[in-house]
């Protein structure tokens, strides 16, 4: 059974710093693109980032070049999101997401990052 | 980023059957096709129908995917009460190189 396993999230002030991960299973997880999610409160979905399957590739939305930066441990089966230099409206839920053709055939529950001081 | 274009809401009757719209552009919808996801309140996301049109297993027969020139559509046919949910379309912009999500549609069974 494919598994995505959420974790990190929590209370950061502004300008604070949070690591995310993404535990996977059930499935070969270094041949997978992997993306990170999020949906502020009451909002709709927003992509943040992607990687390919070696790590290789990533891509960022607008909103968080330069601030977030995500990677993968092939080895642990993990997925990571690296957030510096946070602001109030990064608050949302954060979802991984796998991709087989399109984004999201397969997502964590989610885990919340709140930024307020 | 420029998202897609979904209209917030929807409402149908029981039975009836409902068409969702979801508008891009030549670089995302009409060249890369765009996938549906479904989400109830509280839960993540899950996919309907792939870029290509396609139903994972396990999806309802009753959902099917097309889409027309810059123009993609869910319909839903026998609505039913676990269909009321919010649908987002998703779609790989390659002028951006990014994902981009339509705005969500709420589909409200009457």
């Known amino acids: 059974e494919v598994q995505l396993v959420e974790s990190g999230g929590g209370l950061v002030q502004p300008g604070g710093s949070l690591r995310l991960s993404c535990a996977a299973s059930?499935?070969?997880?270094?041949?997978?693109?992997m993306h990170w999610v999020r949906q502020a409160p009451g909002k709709g979905l927003v992509w943040v980032s992607h990687i390919n399957s070696d790590g290789s590739i990533t891509n960022y939305a607008d909103s968080v070049k330069g601030r977030f930066t995500i990677s993968r441990d092939n080895a642990k089966n993990t997925l990571y999101l690296q957030m510096n230099s946070l602001r109030a409206e990064d608050t949302a839920v954060y979802y991984c997401?796998?991709?087989?053709?399109?984004?999201?055939?397969?997502w964590g529950q989610g885990t919340l990052v709140t930024v307020s001081s | 980023q420029a998202g897609l274009t979904q209209p917030p809401s929807v409402s149908k009757g029981l039975r009836q059957t409902a068409t969702l719209t979801c508008t891009g552009n030549?670089?995302?919808?009409?060249?890369?096709?765009a996938a549906w996801l479904q989400q109830h309140q509280g839960h993540p996301p899950k996919l309907l129908s792939d870029r290509n049109n396609n139903r994972p297993s396990g999806i309802s027969e009753r959902l099917s995917a097309s889409r027309s020139g810059n123009t993609a559509s869910l319909t839903i046919t026998g609505l039913q009460p676990e269909d009321e949910a919010d649908y987002y379309c998703s779609a790989w912009d390659s002028s951006l190189s990014a994902w981009v999500f339509g705005g969500g549609t709420k589909l409200t069974v009457l």
């Open positions: 059930g499935f070969a997880f270094s041949t997978y693109w």
């Open positions: 997401a796998r991709e087989d053709n399109s984004l999201g055939d397969y």
């Open positions: 030549s670089n995302n919808v009409g060249n890369q096709g």
